[in-house]
C-alpha cells in the first residue's frame, strides 16, 4: 500500500525457523572451528604446513579466528547475558559479517592450495569439512531475522532479498552506554589500542601472500562486524570524551612495537609507513582542512631530503658540511617552507583543476631539476640520477642509530632505531595538526574548503590563509623528508615521482587522504598504513597493484565516499545526500 511502510519480514533471507537458524549458526560456527584442528593438504609444500592434525598453522589460524568471532555474536543473539555488550546496535549483522568473512578467508584458502599445488586433489577431508561447514554457518546467519524493522522510506519497494541483504548491513542505533568511572573508560581505551597493535603486528609479520591476503580478508570484515555492532561507535564516543588519553594510548603502542618484532626487516616497513603517514599528513592541512588539490605535494618530502642530504656530511655532498641533526632538520623543514611560500605565492589564486595542473608542473619541475644538477646539464650539486649517496648514520648524544641496542631486554636493530626516531616526528606533525584544526585559523581553513566565496565575503582573507595552509604542509614534508634520507642513506630524483608502483609519490599520497578520511587525525595515517602494507606483502600480484588500487578507490567512492575514518560531520552530509528521493533523511544516529 503505497505511503505506509511495510510489515517486518518475519524470518531473514533463507525460509528458516529462527531458532533453526540458530541451532544450525552454532553448529556451523563449532564444526568450522573443529576443522582447523584437521589436515586441509596432504603436502607441506602449500605455505603454512596445513598437513598437521591436532592444532591450526598458516591460513588455519585466520579461519579459526573468523569462526570464534562468528561463535560469540550467535551466542550473544541468544541473549547471554555476560555476551550482550559485544552486540549494542543487534548481533545478526555482525553475525553475518564475522560469518561472510569466516567463509571468504576459508574458500580463498583451498581455492590457493589448488591453484598452487594444482588441483582439487591437494585436499584432505579437513579442508572439504571447512568448506561445508563455512558455508552453512553463512547459509544461517542469512536465515536470522533483521536487527531492526525494515523500513523503505516510502513504502513502495519490495523487501526483496537484496534489499533485506543492504538492510541487514545498515548500521543500527546503538543505545548509549552506562557511565563508567574514569579509569574503567581509559582500560577500555588502551585495550583497544593493545588490539590494534596485535593485529597490526600479526599482519606485517605474515611471511607469504597468501597468509596476508587471508588476514585482510578477515580483518576487514571482522572490522565491518564490530562497526555493524556497535562497539566502534562506542569507542569513537570515548575516545572523543578522552582525546589526550586516546593520544597517549595511541602513540605508547606504536612505541611498543619494536619490542614486538624479531626481524627488522619488518620494523623497516613500519618505518616506511610511518614517514608515508606523516607526509600524507601534512598533505591533509593543505587537502583536508584548506580544500586545495595538490598533485605535487611529493616535490617537498625530496626539497627536505635533498636539503638534510647536503648537510649531513655525505662525502658526495657538493656543500661539504656536516651539521648536527638538529640543524639537518631545521635546514631541510626552512627549505620546504620556502619553496612552498615561493610555489603558492604566485598560483593559489587559481582554483581547482588550474591550481592541479601548476602543481603537478612543479612536481615534475622539481624531480627533472634534480637530475639536471648533474655538472654535465647544470652545476655539480646533485650528482643528476645518482643522488647523494653514504649520509652517514645519526649520533645523538652518544646514541648510535646504526647499531643495535637493547630496551627492556629486547635487541632494536637500527631500523628500530630510525622508526622511534620517525615516531617523534609523527608525533611532532600529529601535535600541529590538531592544533591547527582547533584553532580560529583552522576553521577558516575549513570555511575556505567549503565555499570560499562565502569565506571571503565574511571578511576571510582567503590568499594568505591558503599560503599559510600550503606552506605549514610543506613544513611537515621537509620534516619528514630530513628523516627519510638518513633512514635510506641517500637522496634521489625517482624517489619523487607523481606516479609509480611504489610509494611515497603524489598519486599515492593523495589517495591515502581520500581512502583514509580527508580532515582527520587517523584517517591518513590508516590509508598510508594500508596503501603502503598491501603492496610490499602482496609481490606475487606485482603486474595487477594498479589495476587492484583503482578498482579498490572506485568502490570506496562508491559505497564509503568519505572514507575509512570519517569526519563525523562530512559523514553526516554524505549520509543525508543518499537518502532517497521523497523519504526521510537518515538520522544521526543511523548515520
Known sequence: MTGTHRPDPPHGLL??????????????????????????????????????????????????????????????????????????????????????????????????????????????????????????????????????????????????????????????????????????????????FALGLSLFSYGIDTEYGELF???????????????????????????????????????????????????????????????????????????????????????????????????????????????????????????????????????????????????????????????????KTGPDITNGAMGIPNIPELNILGFDFGKSHDILGTPIGRFGNYYLLMLLATIVVVLVFRRATESRIGRAWIAIREDETAATAMGINAFRLKLLAFALGAALAGLAGTIQAHVITTATPDQYQFAGTVPPNSAFLLAAVILGGMGTITGPIVGAALLYLIPSKMDFMQDYQLLLFGLALILLMRFRPEGLVADRRKQLEFHEDAAPTGGAPLTKAEA
Not at 74 to 90: S, T, V, Y
Not at 300 to 316: C, D, I, M, Q
Open 15 to 192: 525460509p528458516l525457523p529462527t531458532t533453526g537458524a540458530r541451532i544450525l549458526l552454532l553448529t556451523g560456527a563449532t564444526l568450522t572451528i573443529a576443522s582447523t584442528f584437521l589436515a586441509w593438504t596432504w603436502t607441506a609444500r602449500f605455505p603454512g604446513n596445513l598437513t598437521v592434525t591436532g592444532y591450526p598453522g598458516g591460513l588455519q589460524t585466520i579461519t579459526l579466528a573468523g569462526a570464534a568471532l562468528t561463535l560469540l555474536y550467535a551466542l550473544a543473539g541468544h541473549g547471554i547475558r555476560g555476551l550482550r555488550w559485544l552486540a549494542p546496535a543487534g548481533p545478526t549483522a555482525p553475525t553475518l559479517l564475522a560469518a561472510l568473512g569466516t567463509l571468504a578467508a576459508t574458500w580463498y584458502t583451498l581455492a590457493a592450495i589448488a591453484i598452487d599445488l594444482g588441483g582439487l586433489a591437494n585436499l584432505e577431508p579437513g579442508g572439504y569439512i571447512a568448506a561445508a561447514t563455512s558455508l552453512l554457518t553463512l547459509a544461517a546467519a542469512l536465515a536470522l531475522p533483521a536487527d531492526r524493522p525494515y523500513d523503505d522510506h516510502d513504502g513502495t519497494r519490495p523487501p526483496t532479498p537484496w534489499r533485506l541483504l543492504r538492510h541487514s548491513f545498515a548500521a543500527g542505533h546503538t543505545p548509549p552506554a552506562k557511565a563508567l568511572p574514569t579509569w574503567a573508560e581509559t582500560l577500555i581505551i588502551a585495550a583497544a
Open 213 to 375: 591476503v587471508g588476514y585482510l580478508i578477515l580483518t576487514g570484515l571482522g572490522l565491518a562486524a564490530l562497526g555493524r555492532a556497535g562497539l566502534t561507535t562506542r569507542l569513537s564516543n570515548l575516545t572523543a570524551k578522552h582525546r589526550n588519553t586516546t593520544l597517549t594510548a595511541a602513540f605508547v603502542a606504536a612505541a611498543c612495537f619494536p619490542l614486538t618484532q624479531t626481524n627488522d626487516a619488518y620494523t623497516n616497513l613500519a618505518t616506511s609507513i610511518l614517514i608515508f603517514a606523516t607526509v600524507a599528513l601534512g598533505l591533509n592541512v593543505v587537502v583536508g582542512l584548506a580544500g586545495l588539490l595538490d598533485l605535487g605535494y611529493v616535490a617537498f618530502l625530496g626539497v627536505g631530503a635533498y636539503a638534510a642530504a647536503l648537510v649531513s656530511g655525505s662525502p658526495e655532498s657538493a656543500i661539504g658540511v656536516h651539521f648536527p641533526f638538529w640543524a639537518a632538520v631545521l635546514t631541510g623543514i626552512a627549505a620546504s617552507l620556502v619553496f612552498g611560500v615561493l610555489i603558492g605565492a604566485p598560483t593559489l589564486r587559481l582554483r581547482g583543476d588550474y591550481l592541479a595542473i601548476v602543481t603537478l608542473g612543479f612536481g615534475e619541475i622539481f624531480r627533472i631539476t634534480m637530475l639536471n644538477l648533474n655538472g
